[in-house]
């Protein structure tokens, strides 16, 4: 149970007739069904230097240059992961190119060659793979650029070293999926369970813990069995690893809702899964980190869902990083006469783009293309107490107390009701009658209380 | 490949969000509308022409009203939502039937000047506007609130006297017995449940005032905490009175308990919080009933229990995700 | 400015201390003479003020004339000793004496003296109301009494004047908290002038009614209320047609309306009982 | 041994028949209410030699030598009577009941716990102050703008108000009345409110110097306003005798206070309306006031007594 | 505080007085003491009766202060004043209860009660104990008046909705809106003509933004 109701609430829910608080429901038909299609290599891919958070990578090749697929063209800088090249091709710039979400960004664009000029490089298994050592294994991670693929796009070995007095019993796998219309890690499952079982062991043995949790969505229970499946075909060695199903209902997926769901444990308001000894890990980086140790194959491709009522054909499609989004549309049918839309990652969390000339990047697990105008076109009315944003919010805020303090001009009285704790699920807004822009809202709060918290710390100081 | 060929920017950025429900406030209050109708039907086939006068001249005050608010106020005509029509209404079918609807109109008037209105409107009033209408018609024109009510049905017969008194306000009167005498003997409890009897113009017939709560339920619009709670409250209150059958069934409990103790912006948001509100509802209501000052309690009980409300929505909280579970 | 007062305060020296007592008591004092002076010139005239209003309200209601000759009839308890006593004097006398008349409670006679007015009673007496007898050549020409009943919300308080003959000459409500436009309505004078007329035996039997009042008798009830000289006569038809029937209750406020009938009942009744009792003692006193 | 004990128990047999017998001879009236409309329960600590209507005179306070005519007698069982008389009786209000055989006098009213209490109800609901007469307006809109300032301000308050309340009572019965200088009522009341706010505020500075800083404020705001001269005013208006009077305070300060908190809470909730320019600040608050009176109209003629 | 201290020269009796009734009108504007005077504003007489006893207090007041200012120790000049007020309340009182017992009896505890409202004591305050007796005198009379007339229109306005009469005298039939003469409606005739007050002033302003001034200029 991921969700604050006690059994006893949720009973009487049931006295009540009523459907509860209504939640986006999963609308994942269109591609759910679809197996993963590989992409033909685009003609030309924009890798920016940037796809992680932390320093940008430093490119490491020289325009006009001939790059093999897999071959690292920028080095890791600081606290960054390296870059590689996702096709054959050649290096056609290194400028500032369209970013999905830093607007614009240094990236390296190669345009494709013939099999004639150059081939992928090769990526033979590691025969000691299984006996690495921790420091190895990150090394390899790191050298791999992965970052958490679920969309977040922290480096992965960072978030594996734990900082000091730090102690982990559990590791987590999300492959609870909740977004509305992605299908990208329920595909993944099914399609390599093998992967994602040995790169969870592979993690376990990294943090150094005993017990590995995946939690998969109710509605992906073939997934799961696929999972558990291939756990009992991997030999025993020591580790308790356990694929368990977790109610459907967004945001389960979320990191805190799926470390309670499976844990029993709440991450306290504002702290990271280790606060209550859990290290979080999507699906589709825990594959990626078995590619990274087994092969020292570094992050090439992703599965993304290219969906929506504004697409013609939606499917799960893996493509190399870079490509352009245009491209992934193209792949798919096109758009249709209706599309206005177009949102980078899932409708809840994700955020719309102005174009399709931009590249997908290692964090981008979806891509909606929408119609209409947007929810919020009509303007919103005045909050009429309904209560609904309360319940659908999964960590007990007030949405509504704070947007009232908003739309009042008094953002900073609004921290007891937990502005600062928000992670912008966006449920609550998804259920306001009154359209109001509740995220929006919650945002200016959050950092209007902030600024007060910074002049405060400064007058102190 | 078919379709027309991407890219084709600028495509609409809004933020998200996303996706929406498809509920939305104007659609709710059209509902709770919808779901009063068979018992204002039900009113105005047993109580005849005059309560449609009643029920015609609160709504077109309160709508009235509520444009020549938005006017002044240089809002957005706000009329369409159905707020407003939803206040008239359950004024109107608060009132006795033989009201002057010119009375009705005036109530309808000052419930959404002064009980909505003045505060901003829709959302921001701490009363219940229809209850507020109520109370000052009572304030203002105490003899036609009191005396207005009409035998179920007579209008057709066109009997001499049509008035009468409610089974209430006979009991306040007299005694029990006298109450049970004007509902026909202890089986009368058949006739309370269809609505065959004296009372407010949407109040007396309960089988269709829960068809209605039923819609609201089914949809999800309404929640049976502040109900249940009315019941409890008023069936604890009236259980030492020997009468509590009748408390529950005579009067406006079930009209206030479905559609007024559920009102949005005048409850409060949290389940705990509805709860004890309609138990608060349904106490004060058996108070002013038993020990008060008028023979019916519910209007000024859910005045009184929304002045709590602020303070209810203090005390009850959401279940804040706390570090509670965390092993330390 | 009152935060003036807790502002922390320097030492002071003992010439200011001196200043300050005096300035506070020459203040105290002036005040204390100035309301004693007021008061003295005022009490007068309050006292003189109220009882003319009493004995105003009394004529009024007896429609007596200005020489008429009052009586104020106190009873009083006797706790313990199952007693009252009833002390006539002429009202706001002030010099003079004063009849008691005691009676056991069961109205065997008791006891009986003149004392004079200033002595006052004894302090252990129980206050249980106050009566007036207007006389005119020794002979009662009417009875004031004061009532009172449970009405709708609280205690109300009347003034009931009758004739010799316990027939009600007037009705007021005095004290009153019922519904303004409801209840409240009793104190209207188309309300209470409907007592008016009646004997003691049909005030016994009096009921009340919910049927609507007729409109001509309203507007005459109105009218007879203000007592006009030949009021009585001009809706002569009207008296005869309605003196028989039940009162009609305020409209809404059947419970305010019987609470002020019985409340007329039970102070007539009363008052003849004790009447019934007194009268010959107090025959010296007319 | 066993002889022995056997008189023991014949001797402590016969002394309680004997008392027994004793205490039947006099009977004593156990308990007496009145049931509306028109009924006395009473109960005897014996069964009643003589149950008829004539063996019972009831009569109302007020009227003592007015018999009120019994209708009918009902034995409920041994101890217990039930008279029903011929006029309404009221709850509330006094009677004494007088018995021929045997001879004996019973007061029947309600118990003064009930009274108090119902002065308290009436005080602080039926007739509160804010809402009804309108005593403290300067204090509830001023300080009724923030919860925690509206709570502080209705426990000093009520503590003040009990406290002037009292000593007042005290001055205006064992000195003003008794030497008829009823005319310096006012001038004394606004004094014993003054001392005893400058009384409790030394004591607060002295003894809790934190609980001064918090409250010291309120204290100093009490001394101007109306409603605490209100409560010894209405008592001298009324002669309340000391309980009374002390139901009084109590419940006018919890009325006050719970009016104070009720618009706090409100209010801090209007703070984010949308309220029409004109009616901003003062006017919605007399507005919201008026609006909470119209609820409070709920309570009256509210009475336990029924 | 927010009454105004005047500085220099003490102005003209005319411009005191109009101060008193329209700038710092005690009721409309500073929202002083308007307490319990409001509560027995049932009806134009009541008013009256009230306002001109309010008036009387006010300017016996403020003139004994100004007389006696020299007399006065500063360091006791509140509880002095607050005398002074309870001296003049007193009086007003007795002299109502024997003159005008009628009246008297509606409104007697409120009389009374003049003595704890704050406008009186402030005006002694910041008026009467700086300036001679002339213009403390038309600053009281201006006060008083102010007072008074407000008063009269809460009472007017309330006794001609709530009973449809003016100063007793039935203008229409029965009773057009009772709840005006209810404490309820009481509240609501004062909320209507504050916002009246604020909406002509900004009015006057010319839509120069100042929200309420009444508002902000609560005395705590």
């Known amino acids: 149970m ?70 690292k063209i920028a080095e890791a800088a600081g606290s960054g992961v390296p870059l590689h090249a996702t096709i054959n091709g050649k290096v056609k710039s290194i400028d500032k190119q369209a970013h999905p979400t830093l607007v614009q960004a240094q990236a390296i664009v190669l345009t494709s060659v013939a099999e004639a000029e150059a081939t992928e490089l090769e990526f033979p298994e590691d025969p000691a793979w299984r006996a690495l050592g921790s420091e190895e294994m990150l090394a390899r991670i790191r050298e791999a650029g992965i970052v958490g693929l679920g969309g977040a796009a922290f480096p992965t070995f960072r978030k594996l070293r734990l900082p000091p007095g730090v102690t982990v019993d559990t590791l987590i796998i999300n492959g609870a999926e909740c977004e509305p219309y992605l299908t990208s890690d329920y595909r993944l499952m099914l399609a390599e369970p093998r992967a994602i079982v040995e790169g969870a062991r592979l993690l376990a043995r990294i943090v150094g813990v005993q017990r590995i949790l995946i939690g998969v969505e109710s509605d992906k229970r073939d997934a799961a069995s696929a999972l558990e499946v291939a756990a009992g075909e991997i030999a025993a060695d020591g580790l308790d690893l356990q694929v368990r199903v977790v109610p459907a209902r967004y945001p389960q997926g979320a990191e805190k809702q799926l470390v309670t769901a499976l844990t029993g444990r709440v991450i306290p308001p504002r702290a990271l899964p280790y606060a209550v000894h859990v290290v979080v890990q999507n699906v589709a980086t825990a594959a990626a980190v078995h590619d990274a140790v087994r092969f020292r194959r570094p ?65 981008m697990n979806g891509l909606v293309l929408l119609t209409g105008r947007g929810p919020f076109e009509e303007g919103y009315g005045p909050c009429i107490q309904c209560g609904r944003c309360l319940d659908a919010c999964p960590l007990g805020l007030e949405p509504n107390q704070v947007s009232v303090r908003v739309e009042a001009g008094r953002a900073t009285e609004s921290a007891e009701f937990g502005a600062l704790e928000c992670y912008e699920c966006g449920a609550c807004a998804y259920v306001c009658p009154s359209q109001r822009p509740l995220v929006q809202f919650l945002q200016v709060a959050k950092s209007a209380l902030r600024k007060q918290r910074e002049n405060l710390a400064a007058v102190t100081r | 490949m078919s379709g027309t060929p991407a890219p084709r920017p600028p495509f609409v950025v809004t933020p998200g969000p996303h996706l929406r429900t498809s509920e939305s406030t104007a659609g709710i209050m059209w509902w709770v509308n919808a779901a009063l109708l068979p018992t204002t039907a039900w009113g105005v086939w047993v109580f005849g022409p005059p309560a449609l006068e009643v029920i015609l001249g609160a709504v077109a005050g309160a709508v009235g009203a509520e444009a020549l608010a938005n006017r002044l106020m240089k809002q957005r005509l706000t009329v369409k939502n159905g707020s407003a029509v939803c206040t008239g209404l359950l004024l109107a079918l608060t009132l006795p039937p033989l009201v002057p609807w010119w009375a009705a109109l005036i109530g309808g008037v000052f419930a959404i000047l002064f009980g909505k209105m003045i505060f901003g409107g829709l959302g921001y009033n701490l009363f219940n506007p229809a209850m507020i209408g109520r109370a000052f018609m009572m304030a203002s024109f105490p003899v036609a609130m009191t005396i207005g009510w009409s035998i179920p049905r007579a209008w057709y017969s066109r009997l001499e006297a049509i008035t009468t008194a409610t089974p209430l306000g006979v009991m306040r009167e007299h005694d029990l017995q006298a109450a049970l005498h004007l509902i026909g003997g202890p089986e009368g409890w058949f006739r309370l449940l269809i609505g065959l009897r004296p009372g407010s113009i949407g109040e007396v017939s309960v089988v269709l005032i829960l068809l209605g709560a039923l819609v609201l339920l089914a949809r999800g619009i309404i929640r049976l905490y502040a109900p249940l709670g009315v019941f409890f409250g008023l069936a604890l209150m009236t259980s030492f009175s020997g009468a509590a059958w009748l408390h529950m069934l005579s009067g406006g409990v079930w009209l206030a308990a479905f559609f007024m103790a559920t009102d949005y912006v005048t409850a409060p948001v949290t389940r705990p919080g509805q709860l004890v509100f309609g138990v608060l509802i349904g106490l004060l209501t058996g108070l002013i009933r038993m020990w008060g000052g008028y023979p019916e309690g519910i209007c000024f009980a859910i005045l009184i229990a929304n002045a709590m409300v602020p303070a209810l929505d203090l005390w009850f909280r959401p279940g804040r995700v706390q570090t509670a579970g965390a092993p330390s | 400015m009152s935060l003036n007062v807790i502002q922390p305060k320097p030492r002071l020296s003992g010439r200011e201390l001196v200043r300050i007592v005096l300035s506070m008591s020459v203040a105290c004092l002036a005040g204390a003479a100035v309301l004693g002076l007021v008061y003295l010139g005022t009490d007068r005239y309050r006292r003189a003020s109220a009882e003319a209003a009493e004995r105003g309200a009394i004529h009024d209601m007896l429609g007596l004339e200005a020489d008429a000759r009052l009586l104020e009839v106190r009873q009083y308890l006797v706790p313990g000793a199952r007693r009252v006593v009833y002390r006539a004097a002429p009202l706001g006398a002030t010099s003079g004496t004063a009849h008691e008349v005691t009676f056991t409670l069961d109205g065997a006679l008791a006891g009986e003296r003149d004392v004079p007015v200033a002595v006052p009673v004894g302090k252990e007496l129980t206050p249980l109301g106050r009566m007036f007898v207007a006389a005119r050549a020794g002979q009662p020409a009417g009875f004031v009494v004061q009532g009172e009943t449970r009405g709708y919300k609280a205690t109300i308080r009347l003034f009931v004047a009758m004739k010799p003959d316990f027939e009600i000459v007037d009705m007021r409500v005095i004290e009153l908290q019922d519904d303004p436009g409801l209840g409240a309505e009793v104190a209207q004078p188309w309300f209470r002038e409907q007592y008016v007329g009646r004997t003691a035996e049909e005030i016994a039997r009096l009921d009340v009614t919910r049927d609507p009042m007729p409109e001509d008798w309203k507007q005459a009830l109105v009218a007879l209320a203000r007592r006009a000289p030949d009021g009585p006569a001009r809706h002569r038809d009207l008296l005869q047609r309605e003196r028989t029937r039940p009162i009609y209750a305020v409209t809404g406020a059947t419970i305010s309306s019987r609470a002020v009938t019985e409340g007329v009942r039970k102070t007539v009744d009363h008052f003849r009982r004790r009447w019934w009792l007194l009268a010959p003692h107090l025959e010296g006193s007319l | 041994m066993s002889r022995a004990r056997a008189w023991l128990t014949a001797a402590l047999a016969a002394l309680s028949l004997a008392a027994g017998t004793a205490r039947a001879a006099e009977v004593r009236v156990l308990s007496a209410r009145v049931v509306a409309p028109s009924e006395l329960r009473l109960r005897f600590s ?256 509210l009475d336990f007594f029924r | 505080m927010s009454t105004v201290i005047h500085p220099g020269p003490a102005p003209g009796a005319r411009q005191l007085i109009l101060n008193g009734i329209f700038a710092e009108n005690p009721v409309f504007r500073l929202a002083l003491s308007l307490c319990p005077a409001v509560a027995v504003t049932t009806t134009v007489l009541n008013g ?118 003016f100063a007793g005298i039935p203008l229409v039939p029965g009773k057009p809106l009772l709840f005006f003469a209810l404490p309820a409606g009481g509240f609501f005739s004062i909320a209507l003509l504050m916002a009246l007050f604020n909406w002509i002033e900004r009015r006057n302003q010319g839509g120069r933004a100042g929200p309420a001034k009444s508002a902000g200029g609560h005395g705590v």
């Open chain 1, 2 to 71: 991921s969700h604050r109701e006690t059994r006893g609430v949720q009973l009487f829910d049931l006295l009540t007739l009523g459907r509860g608080p209504s939640h986006p429901g999963p609308r994942k038909e269109a591609t759910a069904g679809r197996p993963i299609e590989a992409l033909p290599p685009p003609a030309e891919v924009v890798l920016p230097l940037v796809q992680h958070l932390g320093d940008p990578a430093v490119p490491v090749v020289k325009k006009g240059e001939l790059v093999r697929r897999g071959q």
């Open chain 5, 48 to 165: 009256l009766l009230l306002g001109v006893a309010v008036l009387f207090v006010q300017v016996l007041s403020s003139v004994t202060v100004t007389l006696a200012k020299r007399l006065i120790h500063p360091r006791v000049r509140i509880p002095v004043y607050t005398v002074i007020i309870a001296v003049w309340v007193s009086a007003i009182d007795m002299s109502l209860a024997a003159f005008a017992p009628a009246l008297y009896a509606q409104v007697g505890l409120y009389v009374k009660l003049i003595v704890a409202f704050a406008i009186i004591i402030s005006r002694l305050e910041v008026f009467a104990s700086r300036q001679p007796l002339v213009p403390t005198f038309f600053d009281g009379l201006g006060m008083g008046l102010g007072f008074l007339l407000a008063l009269l229109m809460i009472g007017a306005f309330r006794e001609l909705l709530g009973s449809g009469s």
């Open chain 1, 299 to 363: 992050l090439l491709d992703r599965v993304v869902t290219v969906t929506g009522p504004g697409v013609v054909q939606p499917r799960n499609v893996r493509a190399p990083i870079g490509t352009l989004l245009a491209d992934l549309v193209r792949f798919c049918g096109g758009l249709t006469d209706q599309a206005t839309r177009v949102i980078s990652g899932g409708p809840m969390m994700g955020r719309a783009l102005p174009r399709l000339d931009v590249p997908l990047v290692k964090g």
């Open chain 4, 46 to 301: 014996a069964p009643l030699p003589r149950a008829d209507a004539e063996n019972f005179r009831l009569t109302h306070a007020q009227a003592p030598d007015i018999p009120i005519p019994v209708s009918r007698v009902r034995l409920a069982d041994g101890n217990r009577v039930v008279l029903t008389f011929e006029q309404r009786l009221m709850p509330a209000e006094h009677y004494r009941l007088e018995l021929a055989d045997p001879p004996l006098a019973h007061d029947v009213r309600p118990a003064a716990w009930a009274l108090l209490l119902s002065v308290m109800i009436a005080a602080a609901f039926i007739n509160n102050f804010v809402f009804t007469r309108y005593l403290g307006l300067c204090i509830f809109f001023g300080v009724s703008k923030k919860r925690d300032t509206a709570i502080g301000m209705g426990i000093v308050f009520t503590l003040v108000m009990i406290f002037t309340a009292m000593v007042s009572w005290s001055l205006d019965t064992f000195v003003l009345r008794p030497l008829q200088l009823g005319f310096f009522q006012i001038l004394v009341f606004i004094g014993v409110v003054a001392s005893v706010v400058q009384f409790l505020d030394t004591m607060l500075r002295k003894t809790h110097p934190v609980l001064h800083r918090k409250w010291g404020i309120y204290l100093m705001l009490i001394t101007t306003n109306c409603i605490i001269l209100a409560v010894p005013l209405l008592n001298a208006q009324a002669s309340n005798g000391p309980l009374d009077s002390l139901a009084l305070a109590i419940g006018s300060g919890a009325g006050f206070a719970l009016a104070l908190f009720l618009m706090s809470c409100a209010r801090e909730r209007l703070e984010y309306a949308r309220v029409p320019q004109p009616f901003q600040g003062l006017p919605i608050a007399f507005a919201l006031a008026g609006l909470f009176a119209l609820a409070f109209m709920g309570f009256s003629g």
